[in-house]
């Protein structure tokens, strides 16, 4: 398949005119030049979009694999890493319960999990005793008092040095586990719409809202 500068000159060999020739030539290459440019430009763009795509779905995991923690002021926690969630004893023992959150430190995740050489971090943590979950899917803030060794939602905010707990008093609203399972690969879908007051006396509350679709994968390693 030939383009349009190879058949003008053919028809400039063949005896087309030499002037006539010459001025079709040179169409030709300035509208394949402006159509070469206009190319170039046309396709920066679309690279620049789609840079500016992977860099949205690839940045800082603000919104946490659907739910969105924000402080007294607006801002949001960032936390490390996507949602994880896993079946096995929460940190202080006891029998099986479904576990899930982002950025938790293996110290958080089970019995005897500290590490020595494991930096702070800011996450989030939720677990609840699988009878617990069997007797419903409301997991209420408002409740009082909330036995924490049952279940807990917890929040680390290194930034700000606050921690905030479902057992605290200011705290209110639900959590609903709408779906679960503890075989790997089991569906786990959860809905936050909480407000969790700070372990400490002049701590803020943060907000807790979203819902988070996961499955049942390993703990934190």
């Known amino acids: 398949m030939r383009d349009a500068g190879e058949t003008v000159g053919i028809f400039v060999r063949r005896g087309g005119g030499t002037l006539l020739g010459a001025a079709l030539v040179a169409a030709v290459m300035a509208a394949s030049r402006l159509h070469w440019s206009l190319f170039r430009v046309g396709g920066a763009l679309i690279i620049c979009v789609l840079a500016v795509c992977i860099a949205c779905s690839t940045g800082s995991d603000s919104t946490s694999g659907g739910l969105t923690v924000t402080r007294e002021d607006g801002s949001i926690i960032e936390f490390e890493g996507s949602v994880r969630a896993w079946c096995g004893p929460p940190r202080d023992g006891g029998r099986t319960a479904l576990q899930l959150g982002s950025g938790v430190p293996v110290s958080q995740s089970r019995p005897g999990g500290t590490r020595e050489t494991e930096r702070p971090r ?23 008092p909330i036995d924490s060794t049952t279940w807990t939602f917890f929040v680390n905010d290194l930034a700000t040095g606050n921690e905030a707990a479902a057992k605290n008093e200011r705290s209110s609203g639900t959590i609903v586990v709408n779906r679960w399972g503890c075989d790997r690969g089991d569906a786990v879908e959860v809905t936050f719409k909480a407000v969790v007051g700070s372990e400490f006396g002049d701590g803020e509350v943060v907000r807790a809202s979203g819902t988070v679709t996961t499955e049942i994968g390993d703990p934190p390693q």
């Open 122 to 144: 800011t996450y989030w943590l939720l677990f609840s005793l699988i009878e617990r979950l069997d007797r419903g899917p409301v997991l209420s803030l408002r409740e009082r």
